[in-house]
């Protein structure tokens, strides 16, 4: 089967698009990037989708890449595709932040990308990683002694947003594609340099591996990391599942989860079932790693007296005889008395926690309502009056929590929800600004009458995370 045929079956095998959809394409101006965009161009009336480019200079070759940017705005040209492309210094933001260049990069090149999607009003951003990509990442994840997450490489599709049509194809078969149909094409001179681990794999390991070991090992990284990553998947559903029965109570700052029937589960479950709690709290799996999940584990199975554990972030877990608490208070330092402007979409740092907003369609929400961690929420975009503002509790403050259906001062409802004094103040509130309403206390209720119902088509999904967070 031809590249262009395979692209389009993966595409229609994992829904990565439908019908209407205007999707971003993250164009390099490399071989990679340029048959991701020709494919997409040539099955665009098929798949009933529009093209919109984005090209990013990340400002560290120079005049190399000015020429690229001019390149990838010449094809789009050519082929009568609107095209966005911009300059952000990543080497200062590297310096500023005390980032790496790689990792700096991608961090700006995926705010980048979200901000085209905004200004181009797209749901989806398709990037170019390929099969050779795929079989770095598995390869360099081993190396570091990842999980079966890891094991599961770059996945076809992330937060229903993300798409990666050419996962099943390889970089020659990608090269054979620009001889077969004209296509030219930039070199990145950096891909070629050897001090980033990831070029050495792709210009020596990999090389060596096929050469001498294992023939088609390319393939064969991409079938395994494949079946992982559904495993995974299965995996992480059942520990789900387990932690709603073992959860006994949870608040924006806190979670209690039932030790008894946590130590009847399994050890594979109890490590995801830790994970789930910690990222409930910080928003995020980052930040705990495998020697934290276990040493929590040593002391659940140890029993005897009440202990606490420090873990990352600054939670706090605490082993009493018959539960197990996790807790975290959400910034240290006195709040802001200011309120901020919240953008839909786009995000607000309050303090030390960042506010942020996507707009999807309803049948683009990457869980049910009921799934969601408990750092994010999601409302009807037309139940709720714009503009929106981000506070914290002011005197007078009354709410109508989700499934009461009526008033409430607020500060009844935080003390009934047991969250503690000294917390109470630090708590971001997210209200239409100009009725004041609340319709997100953040991290532990939504308002009544701004859910999701039949009706609902367009959906305002709200998240809260440390300020420290990448965006990427």
Same mark, same amino acid.
């Given at each position: ?64 890449? %000015? ?127 050897? %001090?980033?681990?990831?070029?050495? +794999? ?69 490590? $995801?079932?830790? $994970? ?19 040493? +929590?584990?040593?002391?659940?199975? $140890? ?32 709040? =802001? ?30 869980? =049910? ?47 009934? $929800? ?43 999904? +709200?998240? +809260? ?8």
């Amino acid at each position: 089967m031809e590249v262009l045929e395979r692209v389009y079956t993966e595409i229609a095998r994992h829904k990565m698009v439908t019908e209407g959809q205007r999707v971003i394409v993250g164009v390099s101006g490399g071989p990679d990037s340029v048959v991701l965009l020709h494919i997409l161009y040539c099955l665009e009336k098929r798949l009933g989708i529009s093209l919109y480019a984005a090209h990013l200079n990340h400002m560290f070759r120079g005049e190399e890449a %000015k020429g690229d940017a001019l390149f990838v705005q010449a094809i789009c040209s050519q082929w009568g595709i609107p095209c966005i492309s911009e300059e952000r210094d990543v080497p200062a933001y590297a310096r500023c932040n005390g980032l790496s260049s790689q990792v700096a990069a991608r961090e700006l090149r995926y705010q980048f990308f979200c901000d085209v999607l905004h200004k181009a009003q797209g749901h989806k951003i398709a990037l170019a990683h390929h099969a050779n990509d795929q079989a770095e990442s598995v390869l360099m994840n081993i190396f570091r002694g990842s999980g079966l997450k890891g094991l599961g490489g770059i996945a076809p599709m992330r937060d229903n947003l993300y798409i990666r049509p050419l996962l099943k194809i390889r970089r020659d078969e990608i090269e054979q594609y620009c001889q077969q149909h004209g296509l030219s094409y930039r070199i990145d001179s950096s891909n070629l340099k050897t %001090k980033y681990r990831r070029n050495k +794999l792709r210009h020596h390991l990999i090389p060596l591996l096929e050469k001498d070991y294992a023939p088609g090992i390319v393939a064969i990284l991409s079938r395994m990391a494949d079946q992982i990553r559904e495993e995974d998947e299965f995996l992480e559903g059942l520990a789900y599942e387990m932690y709603q029965k073992v959860l006994l109570d949870m608040n924006g700052s806190a979670l209690v989860l039932n030790r008894k029937e946590l130590m009847n589960q399994s050890t594979v479950l109890l490590r $995801r079932i830790i $994970r789930i709690a910690y990222q409930q709290l910080h928003g995020t799996k980052q930040g705990i790693a495998f020697e934290h999940v276990d040493n +929590l584990i040593n002391h659940l199975k $140890r029993g005897g007296a009440e202990r606490m554990i420090e873990m990352p972030a600054g939670i706090k877990v605490r082993l009493a005889l018959d539960r197990v608490d996790f807790s975290k208070d959400l910034i240290g330092s006195q709040p =802001t008395k200011a309120s901020y402007q919240l953008e839909l979409p786009g995000s607000v740092t309050i303090e030390n926690m960042k506010v942020s907003t996507r707009i999807m369609n309803k049948d683009e929400m990457p869980l =049910t309502p009921q799934k969601l961690p408990l750092n994010m929420a999601a409302i009807d975009y037309h139940r709720v009056a714009q503009p929106l503002e981000v506070r914290f509790r002011q005197a007078g403050d009354v709410f109508i929590p989700f499934g009461l259906g009526r008033k409430v001062k607020l500060k009844k409802f935080m003390i009934d $929800r047991k969250i503690p004094k000294h917390l109470r103040d630090k708590i971001p509130l997210i209200v239409e600004k100009d009725s004041q309403r609340i319709i997100w206390v953040a991290g532990i209720r939504l308002a009544d009458h701004i859910g999701l119902t039949s009706l609902t088509q367009k959906v305002i999904l +709200l998240s +809260l995370e440390s300020g420290n967070n990448s965006n990427g």
